[in-house]
């Protein structure tokens, strides 16, 4: 497989609390087909891309939460986006909510998963990063309940060859964290995806709302370039449920360059050429981790409590 | 001691091969002369302030490379500048080439130090991160001996109590490295001082000359923002022996934001108002190492060979 071609962030505007599956979906394939269009290869979708961002509002009710959870991937929802891509020959990045029913009860993860262009799963990855809190916070103009909805991921940073290369995903709030970009640059990856939803306000530092969009593409260039990898970074965006998401969708070199960005906030589809052979200068040079890093200086890193 | 105040980075133009330390402390006094015009308390002197930056040469002759280290701090050629520091009430940071006579032989490491207003020192570090390579290699247009004329630095990565707040130090290359940062951010650093001498010309990889300025701003303002810290990093700029250094000394908010930035390639003096009080904004919310990092899950980190 070539290692040179198209990819793409595919940004969706808001998708409403009430909006069912199938609109979702057809969605997501409209953007497929400008994505075809374009002769985009590869093409990533948001965090959490199935519905509204749910864990803003404090849901007492469990069978009103559970709407929001996929129990199978793929499912008889998202089968015209699988069959779409196969049919195209394009991989693409989802994120949606899973809920997994063990002896000891449901579990929930915040998930994304690759699929390739013949529409089979290569890497599926859960959430280690939950921001946000565990309790209903009334004061709060919206909840962030990440912390309650779901549980940290268990599957560690998982790497996997994808699209002719090595393929990580980190999944929003993971991405301001260097461990989690680095956990994947030391397994090789080549290219991240990283879906998110960020509101625009930040109610526990509202002095910072003006610099969310310059926050998002901070941590995305750095990782992009402390690693030497592309990163495919797409948002929900705009005033969905009464919040304000930022957009800035982008593609990023392994040179930290952002190469392509959203204009909107709405659904859009922002393409870069990718050649994945380019990570080398980075990774045969400056971060050439055999010869310059000094794990054994970062012991403080690790340690817990 | 108040922990707001003006700090600044004395960028410094180039430092000849045969300049004499008189020379360059004068050039020092007259920085700290400025800093103290416009009401700085904390100044930032480049690495290897003392000399030029002699990595960049082959020396075989033992006795001509010694001339380019310190074996005292301070020393009678500084005297002047911890003289100036005290009467001022102005603090420092001050990087040299550091040479210490043992029993088993000549120990060279690349150091920084912290100097108060009193002309004490407050804190001492030694490279971490050495880049570069340790055999001559003539085919380059110039060399980068560091691995060759020092050792990994011995002291960690230190942070001290300093001007009312939690001061460290990075060295040049170091603040490329995320886990360098990290380790001074969860000691609680407020505020990191990076001295830097950064080819504009990077013969490995000559395709990103031209986003050396980008890639030193990158990596301190995602230090800065991803641990909550003011960054104060100065260059030594401008074509020295024969080699063009980049300039783009700065002063950053813990924000990421750069509050102020050197506009010439010599010596410069840019100064910003620093609150330490502010480093709280980020590191009690989007930040909050307590609530939100997982330690467990960067094993890859400090993984050894």
């Known amino acids: 497989m070539s290692r040179r071609f198209v990819a793409a962030a595919a940004q969706l505007g808001p998708i409403e609390r009430d909006e069912p ?11 497929l087909e400008t994505a075809r269009r374009r002769d985009v290869r590869f093409v990533v979708f948001p965090e959490l891309a199935l519905t509204t961002f749910f864990p803003r509002w404090w849901i007492a009710d469990e069978a009103e939460l559970d709407r929001f959870y996929e129990r199978a991937m793929p499912n008889a929802d998202v089968a015209p986006l699988f069959a779409a891509a196969r049919a195209g020959g394009i991989g693409f990045h989802l994120g949606y909510a899973e809920l997994t029913e063990t002896a000891a009860g ?9 699929v390739d262009g013949e529409g089979r799963i290569g890497l599926k990855y859960r959430k280690i990063h939950l921001p946000g809190h ?33 393929a990580g995903i980190l999944i929003c709030n993971d991405r301001r964290w260097p461990e989690a970009f680095r956990s994947l640059g030391l397994q090789g990856a080549e290219m991240v995806a990283v879906g998110y939803n960020t509101p625009q306000h930040y109610p526990r530092a509202p002095e910072h709302d003006r610099l969310q969009d310059f926050h998002n593409h901070l941590s995305l260039q750095a990782g992009a370039y402390q690693n030497g990898t592309y990163v495919i970074g797409a948002a929900k ?68 409590g």
Do not use: W
């Open 134 to 166: 565990r309790e209903h916070e009334p004061a709060l103009p919206f909840q962030h309940l990440e912390k309650r909805y779901f549980v940290r991921g268990d599957l560690g940073f998982p790497v996997a060859d994808f699209m002719g290369g090595k």
């Open 237 to 304: 965006a705009g005033f969905e449920g009464g919040c304000e998401l930022i957009g800035g969708s982008c593609v990023v070199a392994p040179t930290g360059e952002i190469l392509a960005v959203a204009a909107t906030r709405g659904d859009e589809l922002v393409a870069a050429e990718v050649d994945l052979d380019r990570c080398r200068e980075i990774k045969a040079n400056i971060f050439n981790f055999a010869l310059h890093r000094q794990p054994d200086a970062y012991g403080l890193l690790t340690k817990v």
């Open 106 to 114: 449901k579990i929930r993860h915040n998930t994304a998963i690759l």
């Open 21 to 31: 599956r199938a609109s979702v979906v057809a969605r997501l394939l409209a953007l």
